[in-house]
């Protein structure tokens, strides 16, 4: 227990910086998607302040959404990850028919990137599924929602123009 502690804990804070990283790069190149998310972070922190739960359980989720659908176009785990077969398989088509054969022992990349764009109400990929879902999504979220609210909820934030108005990597 100690051990997955430690470990969610030192694994929250370059995961998430490079998740919210890639949903404010999105939000950024989205205008639409972004005045959505100040919309709903500005709700959101009204509705705290006026300690009106309901409204600011809305506006939560409202925000959740719009950061899951930017980390959509641009996850964490982009391109995909690497996993090992050791027995090989098949893989599945979309239309639920076999598709390519794998060998046993093939190392092969899962696109979570092409899942993603594929799958519009498949945002739940961002945090891997089943046997390897991260046991720190709840929280993660809840870190990243919250961070992204008090920065949206700012008066007057725009984004800065010229030569530092862009991320860099």
């Known amino acids: ?79 995909g990850v690497w996993r090992h077969c050791p027995d090989g398989g098949v893989i599945q088509r979309a239309d639920g028919r076999p598709g390519a054969a794998i060998r046993p022992g093939s190392i092969v990349m899962v696109s979570i990137l092409s899942a993603l764009r594929d799958n519009p109400d498949g945002t739940q990929l961002i945090f891997g599924w089943g046997p390897h879902s991260c046991m720190g999504s709840r929280i993660a979220l809840e870190q990243i929602v919250e961070t992204f609210a008090a920065l949206l909820s700012q008066p007057g934030l725009a984004r800065s123009r010229g030569k530092f108005g862009w991320m860099q990597r």
């Open 1 to 79: 227990v100690r051990a997955t502690i430690a470990g969610m804990a030192t694994g929250f804070v370059p995961t998430n910086a490079l998740a919210a990283g890639n949903m404010l790069e999105e939000l950024l190149e989205r205008h639409r998607l972004y005045d959505r998310a100040v919309a709903a972070a500005c709700a959101l922190k009204a509705a705290q302040a006026q300690a009106d739960e309901p409204i600011a359980a809305e506006a939560r989720a409202r925000l959740q959404g719009i950061l899951l659908e930017a980390a959509r176009f641009n996850p964490a785990l982009s391109p």
